[in-house]
């Protein structure tokens, strides 16, 4: 697939500026965190329980399963915010790193934490080995999730290197070919949108992923109550991400769905912040955010760009 290196791009389409790149990325690392802190609020509900409750949910006001404070977010943008720290101090994606960061962030007892991901932290800590076995029933979302500090600091990296970075990562806990395939797909699919692609190029890779691997075609039958399974997760993204046109009414629309309304909605948010920019997020929104994770999300951002600016380092070998 295609990524602007900087050079032009296929479609004669103009390259974004610096500061346009800038904006992306934080409205994609401030879209993961609205989308988590907007959708913790309706996880594991039907949309009948939602609607009975709240209507339609538009408003960041916390509560939930968790009972989570207004503006305080889970294990996405957590996990996440961990990698990018990891990534940041060896300056690359080390395998041995982020095992180690996702074991101290488990160490600090996080309100929320998926079944899989605790399994593959256990494993490395009994191990020391960063890789759990290939296991076609670890196809959950927890690595797509968390995969954003790898976009931000490999967008300009070769395919095979972006690729190599991403299943360092997702290893660490799920080992599933079908999850690789996903996760794989939507990080090209962000950093294409990091890079200005247009929303059908965003469309056909999503359709070239349906097509290598069928269980994720999706269609107009709308996905409701979407589960921790990767396949149901990104078929609930791809629909509201295609079929609305702002950034608001993509995290409405997917958050109010229920199920894992949290991941469902970090990863629509981290999409279409990518997509839309910084500038369209909802002022209340980023407001509402707790503002140690604003502040978190916005420095990190701008320290993995500098790093793929460098473009001097390689990706450590397991």
Not at 72 to 82: K, N, R
Not at 119 to 143: C, K, M, S, W
Not at 178 to 191: C, F, I, R, Y
């Amino acid at each position: 697939m295609f990524r602007s290196r900087g050079v032009g791009s296929p479609s004669g389409g103009p390259v974004p500026l610096k500061g346009d790149l800038q904006q992306r990325a934080l409205g994609a690392y401030l879209g993961l965190a609205v989308g988590d802190a907007l959708g913790a609020t309706t996880e594991f509900m039907t949309p009948g329980e939602i609607r009975e409750r709240h209507g339609v949910h538009r408003k960041i006001s916390g509560g939930g399963w968790l009972r989570l404070k207004p503006g305080q977010v889970t294990d996405d943008t957590e996990m996440s915010l961990a990698l990018g720290r990891s990534i940041v101090e060896r300056r690359g994606v080390d395998a041995g790193a982020v095992a180690s960061a996702f074991s101290e962030w488990m160490r600090g007892q996080p309100v929320d934490m998926g079944n899989t991901v605790r399994r593959g932290i256990l494993h490395f800590r009994t191990t020391g080995q960063t890789a759990v076995p290939e296991n076609e029933y670890d196809a959950g979302n927890g690595a797509c999730m968390r995969f954003l500090p790898v976009a931000l600091a490999y967008w300009n990296a070769s395919d095979e290197e972006l690729m190599r970075a991403s299943r360092l990562q997702s290893h660490v806990t799920h080992n599933s070919p079908l999850a690789d395939a996903g996760t794989e797909t939507l990080l090209s699919m962000v950093v294409a949108a990091l890079t200005g692609r247009d929303k059908a190029s965003l469309l056909a890779m999503a359709h070239g992923l349906a097509e290598r691997h069928p269980a994720y075609r999706f269609d107009r039958r709308r996905v409701e109550n979407p589960s921790g399974y990767i396949v149901h997760t990104l078929q609930a993204v791809f629909q509201a991400f295609f079929s609305n046109d702002s950034f608001e009414a993509i995290l409405v629309d997917v958050v109010n769905r229920g199920g894992d309304a949290d991941t469902t909605g970090a990863i629509a948010g981290m999409l279409a912040g990518a997509f839309h920019g910084l500038s369209v997020i909802p002022a209340s929104w980023r407001k509402a955010l707790n503002p140690q994770v604003r502040k978190a999300c916005e420095s990190q951002t701008i320290e993995l760009l500098a790093l793929a600016a460098e473009r001097d380092w390689a990706i450590p070998r397991i």
